[in-house]
Structure formats: structure tokens, C-alpha cells
């Protein structure tokens, strides 16, 4: 089978398995899905939730949090993991957004293609091609654009996608170029959640479970795993 029809085929297998399509967990503003996006790195769903709304609650509007004292941003967000890293880096973003645009909002971003707000979004303190996908693929944009976590790029590895010395970051453009041109925002949010749903639920970073694994036969980690008992060396990835 070649890699475009391999593509399809995982993400066929996968999509039946967790359903497609897939619901989105968000409807926020472009401007908030920037920062959960940022709260929630390396932090389980419920606490980045959780701080999320405790930093709504207590600083009702963007600008507030960009001039409140440092020390009061990194109490409020205290749940998420390494709050002293990721207090000063929203207030540094919120306050770059400002300066450069004039107002606390990125719905400008509905105007630009998806590969010009990526870039501009690329340009700010800290943000990476995943951050920059969810913005536009997690809020009310709803652009057509692939965020890759940890999950999917373990399964993409061990499944033959993409080579095993590919990091996360440049993963990101190999993988979004191996999807059809002609899918919507939907199925490339389908394909992102499958991926990452796998990984979270059956291709596990140790022990996967290959014996039940939908993707077996065209999996060369899992093929590996099933005759030497191990998974090949290159393939073991977070
Ligand atoms: S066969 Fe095993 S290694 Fe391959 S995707 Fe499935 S669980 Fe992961």
C-alpha cells in the first residue's frame, strides 16, 4: 500500500473506531483558545480547564490579565503545570498582541489564509506550529489546520507515516501535506483527534496494545512488537 492510500486507510480504521466525526470540545474566541492552548501544555484537561476559568473569573477581560501583577496570574493559575513559566508568557503574548494590533483580539485572523495566520501567529513569544493549528483548528475559526501532540506523533512513528527522527515541530508540515487538499476543517480535526485518541487509548507510550489494535497489519512497530515482543529501537517514542 503507498502512503497516500495508507493515510486514508488509518484514518478510515480510526475514524470508525472513535466515531467520526468528531465533536469540537470548544467554541471560544480565537484569542481565548490561544490561551488555553498555552495553559494546557504538559497539564491534564481538567486542571488547565479549571485554571482557565479560574483566570475568567477573576480577570474578566484579556487586558486585565496583561497588567495585573505578575504574582497575581501565576496564584490564580497555580493548577497547571509550571505556572511561573506560563504567567509571564501570556502576559508577554497578550501584551505583543496589543502593541502590534491595538486591541486585545484575533478574529483579524479570519481574514488572512490559513498558512498567513499560522505565520503570524508563529511570529509571537513561545508559539509553535501546535499552538498556532489549535488556534485555528480548536476556536470559533474552525480552519482547516493539523495540531500534532505527543499521541499522534507516537502513532504516526510506529505506524510508517513519518520517520522516527522527525521531531513533534517539523512533523507538522509532512504530516498536514500527506491529507487531501480538498478536506474541510472537519475531517482534518477528525484526522488530529484519531490520531491523538490512539495514542491516548490503545497505542500506549509503553505496552501498546497491538493485539487489538485496528491498524496491526499496517503497523511496522506493532508487526515488530508482535515478533520479537519489543518495540524496534527508533520506534519506542513519548
Ligand atoms: S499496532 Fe501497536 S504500535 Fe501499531 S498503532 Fe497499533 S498499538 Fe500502536
Not at 139 to 144: A, C, D, F, V
Given at each position: 500500500m503507498d502512503l497516500q492510500n495508507k493515510v486514508l486507510e488509518i484514518h478510515r480504521r480510526l475514524c470508525a473506531l472513535y466515531h467520526c466525526p468528531i465533536s469540537y470540545f470548544h467554541a471560544l474566541d480565537p484569542l481565548s483558545e490561544l490561551v488555553s492552548s498555552l495553559l494546557s501544555h504538559r497539564t491534564r484537561n481538567a486542571d488547565s480547564g479549571a485554571a482557565f476559568k479560574a483566570l475568567r473569573a477573576r480577570f474578566p477581560e484579556w487586558a486585565e490579565v496583561a497588567a495585573a501583577p505578575l504574582a497575581e496570574v501565576e496564584a490564580v493559575i497555580a493548577r497547571v503545570t509550571w505556572p511561573e513559566q506560563k504567567a509571564p508568557r501570556i502576559q508577554a503574548i497578550l501584551r505583543a498582541i496589543e502593541a502590534e494590533?491595538?486591541?486585545?483580539?484575533?478574529?483579524?485572523?479570519?481574514?488572512?489564509t490559513v498558512e498567513e495566520a499560522r505565520a503570524w501567529l508563529e511570529r509571537l513569544p513561545g508559539i509553535g506550529p501546535k499552538t498556532s493549528a489549535a488556534v485555528l483548528s480548536f476556536?470559533?475559526?474552525?480552519?482547516?489546520a493539523l495540531p500534532v501532540d505527543s499521541h499522534h506523533h507516537r502513532v504516526a512513528i510506529r505506524t510508517g507515516l513519518i520517520p522516527a527522527n522527525l521531531a513533534v515541530g517539523p512533523s507538522h508540515r509532512v504530516l498536514a501535506a500527506q491529507l487531501p487538499s480538498d478536506w474541510d476543517a472537519q475531517h482534518i480535526y477528525d484526522n488530529h483527534e484519531v490520531l491523538m485518541l490512539h495514542g491516548q487509548r490503545c497505542c500506549f507510550h509503553r505496552n501498546p496494545a497491538c493485539s487489538r489494535c485496528p491498524l496491526l497489519e499496517l503497523c511496522p512497530a506493532g508487526q515488530a512488537l508482535h515478533g520479537s515482543g519489543a518495540i524496534p529501537h527508533g520506534l519506542a517514542t513519548s
Open positions: 494590533r491595538g486591541t486585545l483580539s484575533l478574529d483579524f485572523l479570519e481574514g488572512l476556536s470559533t475559526l474552525r480552519r482547516p
